[in-house]
């Protein structure tokens, strides 16, 4: 109905005039980011060609080009992405699920949460690439390890956040569930959880990043392939264009992961729980 | 009539680390079926506390209550409770909202949802069932969060303040509105507020607390000239003020 009304009225010169002008800034949003983009690889290729910069040292979008190219027809550029990516979605997964099981045992049992709280604090202010060499001694230097360096990194944030969540959960509504003679997992399972479905959706986006930091720090230290393997790989025989080439490879990937994970998020939660 | 409400001496002190805190001090009255009390008194005396003690969400440290005849030792589906705030759940429909009651005590059966759709069908919101909380006025959700309450066919509802998060129009609407539905439901109810004015506008009996540790300082039976005169209408006749003024100075407010 207001649909409809809202066609018929004929748009005022004001707001024909405002609309023009939100257009324009979009467009010259647009055009600044890819003028940027643009001039800085332009500018790379051209400093190499003149000889202001060693290409060598410095590599070249041309050279990143090449490189990519070859690798893709020896048939290796998917292999590394995808092993990459798939510790990478293993890592946050696993990171948020088991998070938020913890969370859920923490806020289930103050005692349990009160005793645990030092250790938290603790190893959240740990640096966990320290824990790199251990894991690999415990389970061996391969896919195993890197993925509990991910895990090493995201879990402790992920019960932190979601717990902190879970505790900040509305008191009166648990109340009004407690009236209708609610048990404490049917508190938990109607009010608490859904309640912090946003949190657990939150946590799941800075997983995704911290997953990557785990995956290429594993990467660096035990893998034989992968993106961060490349990395590591390319500067230990002097080959930057292979490694400028992947930190690439890497920014896109992570950006593509990260823009899924947010087209998830647009899916499941919708605008009315806001 | 048998009482179906009786509070016998009923006291609670609250334990903190920083010491001990005595909410309400032998407390005791009782409540006839299909009688509308309320329970004014200072902001923070422990009203709210007396409630959660009447609804067994918090045992007494000393006294006993009695709901149709019965201790109270916890929670009972006779009893039903209505917050300050609608606390509908964003992320559930309207019908998922007002059958929350049946889903906790898993009695969803047909009989039942079908009392609920005959509560949204007689009091307008059937046709809101399935749009989501946000998508209703205020005074719609306060129905919404009445039918809900209403939805485990409770003998006596708790009222906690129920209207008082609305702005002042819209409390006087819904609590005219909402009155008229309790009456037409023939329930009991126990309403706590601070409003002066909305205790005589609705009720049949009006106690009067103290400040902490709350204690009855008087009670007063409303009457008005006229069978069942609605909220609205009460606040316009002349015995209004009467009470008004009595329950004022016995509640000695300060500023």
Redesign the interface.
Known sequence: MSKKKTKEIKPSKERLLYLRRTRNEKAAVYSVRIFILVAIFGLWELAGNLGWIDPFIMSQPSRILNTIANLYAKGDLFPHIGISCLETVVGFLLGTVAGTLIASLLWWSKFLSRVSEPYLVILNALPKVALGPIFIVWVGAGPKAIIIMTLAISLIVSILEVLSGFMATDIEKIKLLQTLGASKWQVFTKVVLPANFGTMVNSLKVNVGLSWVGVIMGEFLVSKAGIGYLIVYGSQVFQMDLVMASVIILAVAAAVMYQGVLLLEKKFVKEKQL | MEDIVNVQNVSLKYQSPNGEIEAISNIDFAVKPAEFVSIVGPSGCGKSTLLSVI?G?LPPTAGKVYVNGELVT????M???M???D?L???RTIWQNVT??L???KCKTKENTDYVKDLLRTYGLYEFKDK?P??LSGGMRQRAALIRTLA?RPEIL?LDEAFSALDYQTRLAVSDDIYRIIRKEKKTVIMVTHDISESISMSDRVIVLSGRPAVIRNTHEISFAGPDVPPLARRELPEFRGYFNAIWKELDIHV
């Open positions: 609804a969400l916890k929670t009972s589906p009893v039903g409770y917050l300050q705030k606390h759940f964003s992320w929350l009651g889903e906790v005590q989501y946000a998508q485990t708790l």
